[in-house]
């Protein structure tokens, strides 16, 4: 299975399946982060790419590709932060964006309409130590199992049970944080 995996890095086909299965949930955990299109659109981009650089690190044994590819786009998410932190510390502004098209704005728009309430979610998540609050963003927002999370993450699933009970605790007092995968 993980020879297959890697596959997606050299066969033209592979990856074209692998894109086509995963584009619309990558897009969705995108825009449930991202309130811009253009960039919404340049992260789902730079996760494929970086897709084909890691695909031989992708091992079933650990879970499911959605749950790697979800690791892969938080990684390529913090790093885009940095970089536009740092751009707008040093510029003011951020550029460089690439020109979309009436109906590429139009899409991205709807979806990130279809995903306001789990950005308000992320908000009310926001008092949360980073630790507890991206095991509940996967589980509860993003439908993840906690052994999936814990494999996005990079923790033990023991760890991942902890900080999901943790995060569950502080904020029982809103509906959605119950909800979601519990194995």
């Given at each position: 299975?993980?020879?297959?995996?890697?596959?997606?890095?050299?066969?033209?086909?592979?990856?074209?399946?692998?894109?086509?299965?995963?584009?619309?949930?990558?897009?969705?955990?995108?825009?449930?982060?991202?309130?811009?299109?253009?960039?919404?659109?340049?992260?789902?981009?730079?996760?494929?790419?970086?897709?084909?650089?890691?695909?031989?690190?992708?091992?079933?044994?650990?879970?499911?590709?959605?749950?790697?590819?979800?690791g892969v786009a938080r990684k390529t998410l913090s790093a885009e932060r940095r970089r536009a932190y740092k751009q707008y510390q040093?510029?003011?502004?951020?550029?460089?964006?690439?020109?979309?098209?009436?109906?590429?704005?139009?899409?991205?728009?709807?979806?990130?309409?279809?995903?306001?309430?789990?950005?308000?979610?992320?908000?009310?998540?926001?008092?949360?130590?980073?630790?507890?609050?991206?095991?509940?963003?996967?589980?509860?927002?993003?439908?993840?199992?906690?052994t999936e999370a814990a494999l996005a993450l990079g923790i033990r699933q023991g760890a991942a049970k902890v900080r999901l009970h943790?995060?569950?605790?502080?904020?029982?007092?809103?509906?959605?944080?119950?909800?979601?995968?519990?194995?």
């Amino acid at each position: 299975m993980r020879r297959k995996r890697a596959e997606i890095a050299t066969d033209p086909v592979a990856f074209e399946a692998f894109y086509r299965r995963h584009v619309d949930a990558l897009t969705r955990f995108l825009a449930r982060r991202v309130d811009d299109p253009h960039t919404v659109a340049d992260l789902v981009a730079e996760v494929f790419v970086a897709v084909l650089d890691s695909a031989h690190t992708y091992r079933a044994e650990l879970g499911t590709e959605i749950a790697w590819l979800y690791g892969v786009a938080r990684k390529t998410l913090s790093a885009e932060r940095r970089r536009a932190y740092k751009q707008y510390q040093l510029t003011g502004r951020v550029s460089g964006r690439r020109t979309l098209d009436i109906d590429d704005i139009a899409e991205l728009e709807q979806r990130i309409d279809a995903e306001r309430r789990a950005r308000q979610a992320f908000e009310a998540m926001a008092e949360l130590p980073e630790g507890e609050r991206a095991v509940l963003e996967l589980v509860v927002i993003d439908q993840l199992t906690v052994t999936e999370a814990a494999l996005a993450l990079g923790i033990r699933q023991g760890a991942a049970k902890v900080r999901l009970h943790r995060a569950r605790k502080k904020l029982q007092n809103l509906p959605f944080v119950m909800s979601g995968a519990s194995e």
